[in-house]
């Protein structure tokens, strides 16, 4: 069964800085891409970032130069280092893996992220 289970989010003022992290189970991790996506109230599903399981990485143009996405293939978890956050950052980020052979693809729950003064 596979699982993806995010944590880190919670409340910052603005300026500040989270880590997210994404911990996968049930999957041969080193496989699959990862990706970071927010959905704030009343807007639709964003791609934040993304790290292809070859290493490559795509940001979006919102968040190039404040967060930055890794991956650690032992631990079989992707982080999302947010500095600088912005109250515009503030939405739930979902963690989702899809894998490079068969296109299946996973999400997790999502953690809240709320930046606010």
């Known amino acids: 069964q596979v699982q993806l289970v995010e944590s880190g989010g919670g409340l910052v003022q603005p300026g500040g800085s989270l880590r997210l992290s994404c911990a996968a189970s049930g999957v041969i991790f080193s496989v699959y891409g990862m990706g970071w996506y927010r959905q704030a109230p009343g807007k639709e599903r964003e791609l934040v970032t993304s790290i292809s399981s070859g290493g490559i990485i795509v940001y979006a143009d919102a968040v190039k130069g404040r967060f930055t996405i890794s991956r650690d293939n032992a631990k079989n978890t992707v982080y999302l280092q947010m500095n600088n956050l912005k109250e515009e950052d503030t939405a739930v980020y979902h963690c989702?893996?899809?894998?490079?052979?068969?296109?299946?693809?996973?999400w997790g729950q999502g953690t809240q992220v709320t930046v606010s003064s």
């Open positions: 989702r893996a899809r894998s490079r052979y068969s296109g299946n693809e996973y």
